[in-house]
């Protein structure tokens, strides 16, 4: 509904579904779309771990890891970007991304940000990057 061109699911180490109902996911992706009479139904796509989504992201020109312990905050940098830079987000599951998984995501290209001061749920921290990111 926000405008996401894709969704990447993958596993991490503290991943509790180890692979998701795709065609249940898609069914809900295609509902929204007709809901907000959008035009294009997003990819999704799964893949096996976190290696993977990096990746996948690598197509991207702007890279995100958010998580709670990251001391920048998301919508400052998203204010910056140009229009139309190609962004990518990634969201760790409940619990979050370990110490390690966040260090290989900087190592990898990816900037640390922060949603704000309180603890996001997984589903909530995605629309609310949606949102920054639909909104600049």
Known sequence: E?????????NSERSEKVKPRLDRLQTIIKAAVKQSLRSRIPELEFLENLKGAVGAGSQFVEKLVLHEKAGAMA???????????STVALI??????????????VENGYGSFSL????????TAAISIATLLSSF
């Open 2 to 10: 926000l405008g996401a061109r894709k969704f990447l699911l993958f």
């Open 75 to 85: 919508v400052d940098r998203i204010s910056r970007l140009s229009e139309g830079k």
């Open 116 to 123: 704000g001061k309180g603890r996001l749920r997984s589903e």
């Open 92 to 105: 760790g599951p409940e619990g979050g991304f370990s110490e390690n998984e966040i260090a290989f995501l």
